[in-house]
T-cell receptor, first 115, second 121 residues
């Protein structure tokens, strides 16, 4: 069975600090996909990124960056120079293309950025 | 702009009542999902559907059923609501294959509605 663990339930930072969200996953499959979603206070989850298991290159998109390490089954997410608008709950998720492509989500990490 | 619409943002029901949660998407997506979200537990999959009149159980289907009579609409039904079904319910849809890796422009992204917060008294 697949499992996603986000050990940090809540992180509080002051604006402009960097914040890293941890995500560890378990799967027996060799082909899989990892996702990050953001849930702002309005409630609607927003897709941030998808990576496949064969692509371990780190990715940067503006102030967001992702570090995928297959050896440690981790897919960590860093927000650089955080802003108040980054305050949200962030979810890491795992999908198995051989089993319906449905997503298994972690418990989420609430990020609070204080001005 | 893509849109997943859930019929009610907030509902209050009594134990034993039948509850319908409606979800409509306007993106012609084949795949639709119902999740429930509880603090510390993340999102847990209740049911999903890859086609009209098709449904498959997710991780926590007990106490729920679903209906998909039309491609754009996926309904979640609580036959007899109980207090432990008090939760936030999220509907989502996606484009892409039921099985196998994504290709072309597909990202596997789920598009979510705003959620329906159900309280069962």
């Amino acid at each position: 069975a697949q499992k996603v663990t986000q050990a940090q339930t809540e992180i509080s930072v002051v604006e402009k600090e960097d914040v890293t969200l941890d995500c560890v996953y378990e799967t027996r499959d060799t082909t899989y996909y990892l996702f990050w979603y953001k849930q702002p206070p309005s409630g609607e989850l927003v897709f941030l990124i998808r990576r496949n298991s064969f692509d371990e290159q780190n990715e940067i998109s503006g102030r967001y960056s992702w570090n995928f390490q297959k050896s440690t089954s981790s897919f960590n997410f860093t927000i650089t120079a955080s802003q108040v608008v980054d305050s949200a709950v962030y979810f890491c998720a795992l999908s198995d293309p051989a089993a319906g492509n449905k997503l298994t989500f972690g418990g989420g990490t609430r990020v609070l950025v204080k001005p | 702009d893509v849109k997943v619409t859930q019929s009610s943002r907030y509902l209050v029901k009594r134990t034993g009542e039948k509850v319908f949660l409606e979800c409509v998407q306007d993106m012609d997506h084949e795949n639709m999902f119902w999740y429930r979200q509880d603090p510390g537990l993340g999102l847990r999959l209740i049911y999903f559907s890859y086609d009209v009149k098709m449904k498959e159980k997710g991780d926590i289907p007990e106490g729920y059923s679903v209906s998909r009579e039309k491609k754009e609409r996926f309904s979640l039904i609580l036959e007899s609501a109980s207090t432990n079904q008090t939760s936030m319910y999220l509907c989502a849809s996606s484009l892409g294959p039921k099985l196998g890796p994504w290709s072309g422009g597909e990202t596997g992204e789920l598009f979510f509605g705003e959620g329906s917060r159900l309280t069962v008294l």
